[in-house]
């Protein structure tokens, strides 16, 4: 299944798929592409970034157009799939809320577990898309629109709730947000919580209180696993080397890095790529 709306004219795209044919794998290797992903069997395994990620029955999963994400042909999943111009999360964060939360806020794409009442709203949510896609007008490609945000609110409430085990206020919990999207911005220059207490205008004492209070990890440990995240996609997914990796991640010295690396990975860059290769043969 492979439901597609395109605009020529704003060069928008916005389809649903079970990734059960070529023509919608196809889409797995076209750029600038959010995908959620919702596993509908038992159990279904994907690679995102070179690393397997095995969902369970009824798990979401949500990739930015950053990740790098591999399925094998089957009909385990149904998947909306958008560009910026169709829905930009950045420009309408203040409709949604889910940059931080869903997408550009981790190091790994979040995944989010649908108990039996939230099934039912999923289901309705994509129903409706179905059912749109049999309707060819001029407002078509809204409606498609106002059920994804639809969709991605949902989501946001849900993986709140699963990642937030204590009651925060709005304003604080919004800080933590923020962090996430700052860091996925600047990560490849500042590489010190500091310099992101400055833009936030707080201390890095504070970030670093209203982190423990999540329980989530360190506002440190965000931006190390940004970067380590970042190296490894290009270690396996460019040709560029361990060197220009590392001036491209801010680093002015790769023994730097390399050193970085090694302490956060276990092996150092080259032996991490040529491990990973040998596995993969």
């Known amino acids: ?50 690393y397997s990620l095995t969902l369970k029955k009824n798990q979401v999963v949500f990739c930015t157009p950053l990740n790098i994400l591999e399925i094998s042909v089957s009909s385990s999943f149904i998947a909306t799939v958008f560009n910026r111009e169709f829905y930009c999360i950045q420009e309408h964060d203040a409709e949604v809320s889910c940059q931080g939360f869903l997408f550009f806020g981790s190091s790994l794409p979040p995944v989010i577990t649908l108990c039996e009442k939230d099934v039912q709203r999923f289901e309705t949510i994509f129903f409706i898309f179905q059912e749109e896609f049999e309707t060819k007008d001029h407002i ?20 709140k709730k699963e990642t937030i085990p204590v009651a925060m206020p709005n304003a604080q919990l919004d800080i933590v947000r923020q962090y996430h999207i700052l860091v996925e911005k600047y990560f490849r220059e500042e590489h010190q919580v500091a310099g992101y207490a400055d833009l936030l205008f707080k201390s890095p004492k504070t970030l670093s209180n209203l982190f423990k ?69």
Not at 34 to 49: E, F, G, P, Q
Not at 226 to 248: F, H, P, Q, V
Request: proline share 4%.
């Open 140 to 159: 078509q490609g809204e409606m498609l629109r106002v059920m994804l945000k639809r969709l991605l609110i949902q989501s946001t409430r849900l993986m």
């Open 1 to 50: 299944m492979k439901l597609e709306y395109v605009s020529p004219k704003d060069e928008s795209c916005f389809t649903l798929t079970d990734f059960n044919c070529e023509p919608s794998l196809q889409l797995l290797k076209d750029k600038g592409l959010y995908k959620i992903l919702w596993c509908k069997t038992d159990t279904a395994s994907i690679v995102v970034d070179g």
């Open 213 to 281: 209070q999540l329980g989530n990890r360190s506002p440190l440990k965000v931006i190390n696993d940004r970067i380590i995240l970042e190296a490894k996609r290009l270690l396996l997914y460019s040709n560029k080397t361990a060197e220009e990796i590392a001036y491209e991640l801010g680093y002015k010295e790769a023994a730097h890095f390399s050193k970085f690396f090694k302490n956060q990975v276990g092996e150092p860059p080259v032996e991490f790529k040529k491990n990973k290769i040998t596995v993969a043969k």
